[in-house]
């Protein structure tokens, strides 16, 4: 069995309607629309998450039982972890991960102290790599858990603790080079404020994004050539945060001069706290030309706070892959990042392997109701009759360029409301529901 008892999880198919130690839908080399699954999906597993959550609650202790807890030394349980976790990756099959900085190793007195803890574990890590071949998705800095960060980091009002920031992300780009990380992530946790009365608003978003500046440039400097990320979020744990949603973080980007150097890591409980819906975050990246890689998590429609459960909507996954086979992948070099976590009555070790199965096989039939619609050219021929009056006449002369508001005051003037009113199509908007719902009954039954 190894450290956990768990087997390795294969692909079993549908066995009965009871779910199991195996995955359904997740066959990772079936090719679904030209590709193998496990290239459209680069699962990726949370490090916070997985193995430094001990499944609190604002009104709870921890339930968590992990068998590295028997380490009572922080160094040694944070070492003991590198083990246990690319165990579970090799065991669940998946291919990639992701972590923060402070989630690896305890924090010392000074940042020297801190980094050097820090590299103990990352040579263990390095070393677990090149003997499972396991890949770093992405990395990022924590910015945002310590109390030195309660203002903010990049923008922090306090030079000092702006200047720390700035060399705990130093030291964290160089890891990333150093593990061959695809992406690296920014995820602005207490980049905002709680009060405007206290707040030089334009001040904080200059000096944040003077820092990006600066990290760009010591990539280049060198040799980092991973993709760079920003994590929209609106709010918690700050009132408001200045990555709000994508079309905020965009224009962030493109204010700053920053457009080349990032793009978008979409979260879908995120979205739903902006009071968007995943697919509507996931859309706005893509058309804007800035979807880079994916946090594959739900909330609960009902509680308004960050929940990071795993997915299990089959809906959502349903149109978030539908995007990505419209994107033609999730990004440049991104994935799909389980940062969730089990519920607090799920708290057996076993439960850390049945939740990616269940994240996993929702995505997997997500994307194989996704390539059925698409083949079929269902969501394709929908939009492109509703919007074929600007295919010709009139509307035309709005894709050309040639109208003016003259001549379409022109072409207007004399039309009888009747007209106008025969102009407007019925979308038959439920018929379409329905038919996505049928998409996902029918192309599932044929898996």
Known sequence: ???????KIEYVGRQGVKEGLGFRYYDKNKVVAGKPMKDWLRFAVAWWHTFNQGLVDPFGDPTAQRPYYRYTDPMDQALA???????LFTKLGVEFFCFHDRDLAPEGDTLRETDANLDKVIDRIEAAMKDTGVKLLWNTSSLFTNPRFEAGAGTSPFADIYAYSAGQLKHSLEIG???GAENYVFWGGREGYESLWNTRMKEEQDHMAALFHMCVDYAKEIGFDAQFLIEPKPKEPTLHQYDYD???TINFLRTYDLQDNFKLNIEGNHANLAMHTYQHEVRVAREAGFLGSLDANQGDKLIGWDMDEFPSDLYDATAVMWE???NGSIGPRGGLNFDAKPRRSSFLPEDLFRTHIVGMDTY???????AKMHEDGYIEQLQQERYSSFESGIGATVEDGTATLASLEEYSLDKPQAELIAADKSDHLEVVKATINNYI?????QA
Request: charged residues 25%; without cysteine.
């Open 1 to 7: 069995m190894g450290l956990w008892d768990v087997d």
């Open 81 to 87: 972890k590198v083990d246990y976790a690319f165990e």
């Open 177 to 179: 080079k150093r593990l």
């Open 246 to 248: 994508a079309a905020t």
């Open 324 to 326: 990505v086979l419209a």
């Open 364 to 370: 997997a039939a997500g994307l194989l109701v996704a």
């Open 441 to 445: 009954v029918e192309a599932l039954a």
